[in-house]
């Protein structure tokens, strides 16, 4: 049985505990070294850690373990400067294919090239004659194919979201994608074309892709449409994996959630598309197109009858809902199902909840929905250079409205915290510094908000606080070690070093886990 007495030592005052005991892959005591003493002679372990900030393992609540895994198995387009870049990364993965062979690329962001487009269709098959090319966004809500990748997928006459020249549906396609074919049609083809080994090997990276940014529980979205199948692959390596793995199958098929013996049901379940791509449900036009206000993916017939049977049946629900108009949509749906079948405690979540409304806030709050949401978004997609771009899509009333920490908080509604990875790298510090250092001061979460994202309220959202998120006899020693304290961030500056502290090392059970 291995134990250990693990120093813990902050910069914010003597007073505070500086050493535990683990037995057993469980916290046993917390307090002063000396207060702890006895157990160095009941044979327990010392381990010295100089100093380290030591808190509870952080927790994604929303990711995608294997896409993540596939992602980092394949080609990395975020490094690209230049649509020259992108074209010379394709064309250099072709000379390693063989002909009829398949070229992924993976994070394309066109917003961070020189010429602000995707490659076209004809550019990619000029880069790699005689192979398949699928370039994903990094949102991946969106793709462009070359002419053999939208063969070889069978991406079929008249998909919606599949873009047509000149917005004909008898015309060619152009090779771009968007919702809801991606995830109709895409992500199903792309998976079907790997083998159960390399969705294995994707698994591993990903987890050790974790670990080594202090995540010792992820919350990984599986199965439905986006990765059909994926979810009994998930629970198979879950025993395997180097740490901890909450299941969400992402599917309104509740017999399938049963027969995986899942309490909870969701995930992307997508209400809506994504903003960026222009899918998002709004209830006014984007501001930059006058005759789009996205896309709803269900009636509230669909989604009525869809959490109301899953509510009855006892199961947590989590839906994703980008924007308003969907955000409304499963609220009514919660609303009706607690009226109909009264529950104490659903925990019922809403992913994302990006652009909601004042009075969504408070529905939320008054229905008890947890909010699980992204922070590092506000960093990639709407802070800095970006915050133009979101200006011209929403104007700058409703723009004001996304990621509104200060007013979702406020209402007193929970916040879990995730990445969505691969849409963002895990990356739980930076997470934590971009819900702080918002575009938007009077919506900016503090440090200790943050921090309680990724862990005592992650916690919550999947009813695991008696386990995890705290530093307390009882729970499981899932540990991090951080080289700074990031509750000593006071000034901007301050806060914007948080995403880069060193993570010393990461503990699950109480044991060291190593990341290579």
């Known amino acids: ?26 916290i046993v005591a917390v307090g002063r070294a000396a207060e702890l003493a006895p157990f160095a002679d009941r044979g327990f372990v010392r381990t010295d850690m100089g100093g ?53 690329g993976f994070r394309l962001e066109e917003l961070e090239l020189a010429e602000r487009r ?32 939208l063969q070889q997928l069978a991406v079929p006459r008249g998909l919606p979201g599949a873009d047509t020249e000149g917005g004909h549906g008898a015309a060619p396609f152009t090779g771009v994608v968007r919702d809801p074919g991606i995830l109709t049609w895409v992500f199903p083809a792309m998976l079907r074309s790997m083998d159960r080994a390399h969705l294995d090997a994707a698994a591993q990276v990903a987890a050790r892709s974790a670990l080594r940014v202090g995540i010792t529980t992820v919350h990984s979205m599986e199965g439905g449409e986006l990765t059909p199948g994926c979810s009994p692959v998930l629970l198979d390596n879950a025993m395997r994996l180097p740490l901890r793995v909450v299941c969400w199958n992402q599917s309104m098929d509740l017999a399938e959630v049963e027969q995986l013996g899942l309490p909870r049901v969701g995930g992307c379940i997508c209400a809506d598309g994504e903003l960026d791509a222009r899918t998002a449900a709004l209830f006014e036009p984007y501001s930059d197109e006058p005759d789009n206000d996205g896309t709803l ?19 947590q629900v989590a839906v994703h809902c980008e924007s308003e108009r969907a955000i409304d949509q499963v609220l009514r749906a919660i609303e009706r199902a607690q009226r109909l ?5 659903c925990r019922h979540r809403i992913e994302h909840f990006e652009l909601p409304t004042w009075d969504q806030i408070d529905r939320m709050a008054a229905a008890g929905v947890v909010a699980s949401m992204q922070p590092a978004f506000v960093e990639s997609f709407i802070a800095g250079h970006r915050l133009d771009h979101c200006t011209r ?28 990875s691969p849409v963002t790298n895990y990356a739980p510090l930076r997470g934590m510094a971009a819900a702080v250092n918002h575009p938007f001061p009077e919506q900016a979460a503090t440090m200790a908000e943050a921090l309680r994202m990724f862990t005592i309220e992650a916690a919550f959202s999947a009813f695991e606080e008696t386990d995890k998120g705290r530093l307390l006899p009882g729970m499981l020693a ?15 500056a301050d806060v914007a070093e948080v995403a880069d502290i060193p993570v010393l090392g990461t503990w699950v059970d109480g044991q060291p886990v190593t990341t290579e």
Do not use: K, W
């Open 118 to 149: 995707m490659p076209t269709r004809q550019e990619l098959d000029a880069a790699a004659p005689g192979r398949a090319v699928l370039l994903m966004h990094a949102t991946c809500h969106r793709c462009v194919m070359n002419s053999l990748a």
């Open 341 to 345: 079948e009264p529950r104490i405690d």
């Open 52 to 104: 380290a900030t030591v808190l509870p393992g952080f927790i994604d609540c929303h990711s995608h373990l294997l896409l993540t895994g596939i992602m980092d198995l394949g080609m990395d387009l975020s490094v690209a400067e230049t649509l020259g870049d992108v074209l010379d990364m394709v064309a250099d993965a072709a000379r390693s294919v063989p002909v009829g062979g398949f070229i992924r």
């Open 1 to 26: 049985m291995c134990s250990s007495d693990l120093p813990l030592a902050t910069a914010r005052g003597a007073d505070l505990p500086d050493a535990m005991a683990v037995e057993a892959g469980r």
């Open 297 to 315: 993916l269900y009636t509230q017939q669909e989604m009525d009858d869809f959490v109301l049977s899953a509510h009855a049946r006892g199961l």
């Open 393 to 420: 899509l929403f104007g700058p009333h409703r723009v004001r409205r996304l990621h509104p920490y200060r007013a979702i908080l406020d209402a007193g509604i929970r916040v879990c915290g995730g990445s969505d």
């Open 478 to 492: 899932d540990l991090v070690a951080l080289g700074q304290d990031p509750l000593a961030a006071h000034t901007a």
